[in-house]
């Protein structure tokens, strides 16, 4: 049997915890709730969240030196404590969980109950692909989608914006095609394959799209939240998946290939209709250089690149201009009301 305080040696490091919190709320489960609402250094931002059960965690607080404390608290205030804040490091009265940096962590730690309408809101954004943002002062909840409209100036305690998840379409069926596939499933990504699959090696997660690759295309939403690999031997079918890729809002297009196609696959894009401006936008060959030439490889390349791309996608979003200044002010931090049963940690 499977004891309280163990998990499998990887179960922490999800950084997406609304999966296990959705699931819970649908099994009738409350779930205990962390989220770094201050943060002087340290490898996690403020917003970073870590749900918690009686025997399974999920999410990453710190390199390590406070999630299993942490994951303490959560599982006392499920048993029928409130909401603490806890602050780590300095300015906390206790010694015995030193930060490594030297810094300053501050958490709140709640229950959040299965049928609490902020979950299901923020479950029915995730499902429409909106942005959201969840709002807590450790006794009250609510989640709103991230407008330009002004925020309403309460003073919650935590303030954490929900993107869309990340989403990864793979054109090809080959062993290439399959191993970037793989490797999105492990980055815990949103992942569809467009290809022949056997129906008895399709993974758990993924969504496999057959049939005419124009048709089989068009059932994929391709957003801005989106990055399409394509693995296709075939030029004509590669520049059918590549021009709908690159008219999209998708934030990543890549063609695997040598790059002695480059020209040929410019010229092609341009007999399609596409303009200089879109081709530019592809990255071929797929993938950063790392010389490997394993499938496997290959795919730690294209989702290395991907990776790097999605949080320049994301950093560009925040820039001056991006986002309306309405917006922004959501994601401001606000001063911290006590919470009340809170315990300095």
Do not use: K, N
């Not at 290439?176 to 129906?199: K, M, P």
């Not at 991006?322 to 911290?336: D, I, N, S």
């Amino acid at each position: 049997m499977r004891r309280a305080d163990t998990m499998d040696w990887d179960d922490d490091l999800d950084d997406e915890v609304r999966p296990r919190l959705f699931a819970a709320a649908r099994a009738g489960e409350a779930v205990g709730l962390g989220t770094i609402i201050a943060a002087d250094g340290g490898p996690r931002p403020v917003g970073a969240q870590m749900v918690v059960t009686a025997d399974m965690r999920r999410g990453v607080l710190s390199g390590g030196c406070i999630d299993a404390d942490v994951a303490r608290h959560a599982r006392e205030v499920l048993a029928g404590d409130g909401p603490r804040r806890l602050v780590y490091g300095r300015g906390s009265p206790f010694l015995d969980l030193a930060l490594p940096c030297g810094r300053r962590l501050e958490v709140l730690v709640e229950r959040i109950e299965p049928d609490d309408p902020a979950v299901h809101a923020l479950e029915r954004f995730s499902q429409q692909r909106q942005r959201a943002v969840w709002l807590s002062d450790g006794h009250a909840r609510a989640c709103r989608q991230l407008t330009d409209e002004p925020s309403d100036g309460e003073p919650w305690a935590a303030r954490v914006v929900f993107e869309p998840r990340r989403h990864l379409i793979v054109v090809g069926s080959d062993a290439f095609a399959r191993a970037i596939a793989a490797l999105g499933l492990r980055t815990r990504w949103e992942v569809t394959l467009v290809g022949a699959l056997d129906s008895d090696r399709v993974p758990a997660g993924l969504r496999v799209v057959t049939g005419r690759l124009e048709r089989a295309l068009a059932t994929c939403h391709m957003d801005r939240w989106t990055a399409v690999a394509v693995a296709l031997h075939d030029t004509e079918a590669e520049v059918e998946a590549l021009d709908p890729a690159l008219r999209s809002d998708a934030f990543y297009v890549g063609a695997l290939g040598s790059r002695s196609r480059l020209v040929e696959r410019r010229e092609r894009l341009q007999e399609a209709g596409l303009g200089a401006q879109p081709i530019d936008r592809l990255h071929a060959p797929i993938g950063l250089p790392l010389g490997g030439t394993s499938p496997r490889e290959v795919a730690l390349a294209v989702m290395a690149e991907v990776a790097q791309e999605a949080r320049r996608s994301l950093l560009a979003y925040f820039q001056p201009g991006g986002l309306a200044p309405q917006a922004m002010a959501a994601l401001a931090v606000t001063p911290r009301p006590d919470v009340r049963g809170s315990l300095l940690r």
